[in-house]
């Protein structure tokens, strides 16, 4: 069963419009969340995180909202640039550390 | 301060043969992660392991195993080799960390193509 779940698997945006990625998750146990970042022949790179006790968190052009009631996660990125083209992932873990992560969102931006 | 390494970064192996892959975190990181990702299945946990102990084990059959040594760098092997292993092995560590807040840091991960 797949407890973190990105049910698009790509998403085409104008440069310059808001990109939004979603995120869904099933285990209420799940207190930290992040999104990773990746491009074809290397690995993930850290984006942006947040914590449960928060419902939103912002670093730049890039924000992530947390709905806990919902058990939904969404990263926002404004504006979007041709360098953002990519997959993007997101992961969730609980008190046992362990990341659990979702499937993966191709993002591409046209130009 | 560098970056997580992995070698090789491409193999290319048979049906039946065994294959060791390395991983060396970055300085300071105790814990060592394992994904084998494959297209559409995003990242499958293999396994972590956090000084020379296994700490968690994902759903992988026992052909895969790893270990840790010492000074923190990791390996990973598959023995009998099948054809649906082909995938791009990722190895993460991570720094100390806040109770359940734990954010890994990947290497560029090696291709295993099994023919």
């Known amino acids: 069963d797949q407890q973190v779940k990105q049910n698009s698997p790509s998403l085409s945006v104008q440069e310059g419009r808001i990109s939004i990625l979603n995120c869904d998750y099933t285990n209420s146990m799940f207190d930290y969340f992040l999104w990773y970042k990746k491009y074809p022949a290397e690995g993930p790179t850290f984006l942006i995180s947040i914590s449960s006790i928060k419902d939103k968190n912002e670093d730049g052009r890039f924000t992530v909202f947390l709905n806990k009631s919902a058990k939904h996660l969404s990263l926002h990125i404004v504006p979007s640039q041709p360098g953002d083209s990519a997959v993007y992932f997101c992961a969730a873990s609980a008190s046992n550390y362990q990341l659990i992560w979702g499937a993966g969102t191709k993002l591409i931006i046209k130009p | 301060k560098a970056g997580v390494t992995q070698t090789p970064r491409y193999l290319i192996k048979t049906r039946g043969q065994q294959v060791t892959l390395s991983c060396s975190p970055i300085s300071g990181h105790r814990s060592v992660s394992w994904y084998q990702q494959t297209p559409g299945q995003g990242l499958q946990f293999l396994f972590e392991?956090?000084?020379?102990?296994?700490?968690n084990k994902g759903n992988f059959p026992g052909r895969f195993s790893g270990r840790q040594f010492s000074n923190s760098r990791s390996e990973m092997n598959v023995s009998t080799l099948e054809l649906g292993d082909s995938a791009l092995y990722l190895c993460?560590?991570?720094?100390?960390?806040?109770?359940?807040?734990?954010?890994?840091?990947f290497g560029p991960g090696t291709r295993l193509l099994v023919l």
């Open positions: 392991y956090f000084s020379e102990t296994q700490r």
């Open positions: 993460a560590s991570s720094p100390p960390f806040l109770a359940g807040q734990e954010t890994q840091y």
